[in-house]
């Protein structure tokens, strides 16, 4: 059975991302003027990545978009998958 996909269409929020996708531990980011769709692995629950989106979605000014990618890159939790 294939893990629900959740779409966020972020483009009006951020100035750095157009759209992101998370399906099961995978996530799609689509960063602003391009049109390539990037591949990261997620790597603890992805429930608490989906908190985070959707509490930015609710209120942009809750977290910082940028800073929690990085973060993430850093910690090891977002892992690009090499392409």
Do not use: C, H
């Amino acid at each position: 059975m294939a893990s629900k996909k959740y779409t966020y269409e972020i483009d009006a929020l951020s100035a750095a991302i157009d759209k992101i996708v998370v399906q099961g531990s995978k996530v799609f980011i689509n960063f602003s003027g391009n049109e390539k769709s990037y591949e990261y692995q997620w790597k603890p629950a992805n429930k608490t990545l989906l908190a985070k989106l959707e509490g930015f979605v609710e209120d942009p000014t809750s977290l910082s978009l940028g800073r929690f990618y990085n973060d993430s890159l850093r910690s090891g939790d977002l892992v690009q998958i090499n392409q």
